[in-house]
């Protein structure tokens, strides 16, 4: 039996379904909530950038120790690998600065290291150079500065460094 395409109802049959009023307070009660669901994401969406950044930063850092363990590593053979590292993640390699130090003073030309030293490379980043411009629309994140520090001790008479696993910080 098919449905019939017109339907003729009598008056005392209606029933009458009231809807909601929907005023300026339920939309402007919702607005804010969505404001502040879409701010939330936002917030979410940077730090999940800044930590990615941040452990890009560290991976490079790491790659930089292990090229300064070699006996014939240079500041420049450092840097070369470290920006190497951090051309494969966001960029990273233009926008970031490289630091070496030894004991706590800058240092440049050919690695050695006396027993006891200890060699230390940070890597600086703004977190706004890395992130989508859509995303900087976020009140204070321009100044914010992603840093990683990587430590090595030098242990041995010879000068090279001991290449170890894990975190050195």
Not at 27 to 44: D, E, F, N, Q, R
């Given at each position: 039996?098919e449905?019939?395409?017109?339907t003729?109802?009598q008056?005392n049959?209606?029933t ?13 009660g ?8 879409a701010?939330?994401?936002?917030i ?5 950038y800044q930590?990615?950044v941040e452990?890009?930063?560290h991976r490079?850092?790491e790659?930089g120790?292990?090229?300064a363990?070699?006996?014939r ?10 920006r ?7 960029s990273l390699?233009l926008?970031?600065?490289?630091s070496?130090?030894r004991s706590?003073v800058?240092?440049?030309g050919?690695?050695?290291l006396?027993p ?6 940070t890597?600086?980043?703004?977190a ?5 411009r ?7 994140l321009n100044s ?12 041995d ?9 894990g975190r050195?910080?």
């Amino acid at each position: 039996m098919e449905a019939p395409a017109l339907t003729i109802y009598q008056a005392n049959e209606t029933t009458v379904v009231e809807l909601p009023v929907r005023g300026v307070a339920w939309v402007l009660g919702w607005t804010a909530v969505v404001v502040s669901l879409a701010a939330s994401a936002m917030i979410l969406v940077a730090f999940a950038y800044q930590l990615a950044v941040e452990q890009s930063l560290h991976r490079a850092a790491e790659a930089g120790l292990r090229e300064a363990s070699l006996p014939r590593a240079s500041s420049r053979s450092v840097e070369f690998i470290i920006r190497q590292h951090l051309a494969e993640r966001f960029s990273l390699d233009l926008a970031a600065t490289v630091s070496l130090e030894r004991s706590g003073v800058p240092m440049s030309g050919i690695l050695r290291l006396r027993p006891g030293e200890q060699l230390s490379i940070t890597l600086s980043v703004r977190a706004d150079a890395v992130m989508p411009r859509w995303l900087t629309a976020l009140p204070g994140l321009n100044s914010v500065r992603i840093t990683q520090r990587v430590k090595l001790q030098s242990g041995d008479e010879t000068g090279s460094l001991p290449l170890r696993r894990g975190r050195h910080r």
